[in-house]
């Protein structure tokens, strides 16, 4: 048996679409111990996301790390959880509604590297309907192997089993995108004029291990550019603002300086109110609503902090939106 796929029954003069696919990281289908296992399984099994042998990863992943790990992030999820949902996937959804608005003569849909809906799937669904020309966007600004390098790992797996394979562009960064500068400048701003202005803001972006850094992976240049841009752009002296990496996993060395570590030090160092945004998520989430808005803020109190402000991200924001369509649209030229 062959291991392409057989095509849908498109006629051959149909085959003419084009399509925008969204990608983000994914979600776990409720905020319970239950669902987050197969997501966490999922997510942590990519050998895009943890670089060592299976034979020493998975063991350890199938016995400490799944017993004991699903439990504490179901209590994170907990707290953050729409009513409707999970954060990151409204948002995300949100996110290609208003870009469909921006393309009425391209196909926009959504997907997850990790959990639902599928990138495979999608994927597959956008064939049946005859699309022939895809543009893929990781919604991670700054590229990093474990993100946007996964993401279109998945991407490139599924036009692999195509017998009549798709035209495929990817967008696989965007931190120095002036259109996405600008939004989050619009945003950080905004929040400003509603909540003044703390002693310092931080820009905390999701950590990676060093190691991956020290062998080729460009992200922390990118997020040091994105930082530059927007200080230019906010007009921020150097004492204004500092960049710091949160989530850290495992014991090998992560990026630094550390944002929890920081959130410690900086009230000791006389910032006594303290803004904090994170530029390299696009959609709020776990990670930005619980371990920077709820642990964040608690941790910087703790230190004698006394006002924490954390920054939104851009989420659906019209002017991402706009400059979300304007990326698209220079990356379907010729397309469309």
Request: charged content about 20%; proline content about 6%.
């Amino acid at each position: 048996m062959s291991r392409f796929r057989t095509e849908p029954a498109v006629a051959f003069s149909e085959q003419n679409r084009t399509a925008v696919l969204l990608l983000n990281l994914g979600t776990p289908e409720a905020p319970t111990a239950e669902a987050v296992r197969p997501y966490l399984r999922e997510f942590l099994s990519d050998e895009r996301v943890v670089e060592l042998p299976k034979v020493l990863w998975q063991p350890i992943l199938h016995g400490a790390v799944l017993t004991l790990r699903p439990k504490k992030s179901a209590h994170g999820y907990e707290k953050v959880w729409f009513p409707e949902g999970s954060p990151l996937a409204i948002y995300t959804e949100q996110q290609a509604a208003g870009l469909a608005e921006q393309l009425p003569d391209v196909i926009v849909r959504h997907a997850m590297t990790y959990g639902k809906p599928s990138i495979s799937d999608t994927i597959d669904e956008l064939k049946a309907q005859g699309v022939s020309q895809l543009l893929v966007i990781p919604l991670y600004p700054q590229y990093a192997a474990s993100s946007a390098g996964a993401a279109l790992d998945k991407v490139l797996s599924t036009l692999f089993y195509q017998r009549n394979m798709m035209s495929l562009r990817t967008v696989s960064r965007f931190y120095d995108d002036e259109h996405y500068i600008n939004a989050l400048s619009k945003q950080i701003q905004a929040y400003w004029a509603q909540h003044g202005r703390g002693d310092k803001i931080m820009f905390s972006f999701h950590g990676v291990p060093q190691a991956n850094c020290d062998q080729g992976d460009p992200y922390l240049f990118e997020c040091s550019k994105t930082v530059h841009l927007l200080a230019e752009k906010l007009d921020l002296k150097q004492q204004d603002y500092i960049m710091a990496f949160q989530s850290r996993f495992g014991k090998a060395k992560w990026i630094e300086p550390s944002t929890q570590d920081l959130l410690e030090i900086l009230p000791k160092q006389g910032v006594s109110k303290l803004d904090v945004v994170c530029p390299g998520f696009i959609s709020d989430c776990l990670e930005t609503m619980e371990e920077i808005a709820i642990a964040g803020r608690e941790a910087f109190h703790a230190a004698g902090g006394t006002q924490f402000n954390y920054i939104p991200c851009l989420n659906a924001n019209p002017a991402w939106i706009d400059a979300l369509g304007k990326l698209a649209k220079q990356h379907l030229q010729g397309w469309i």
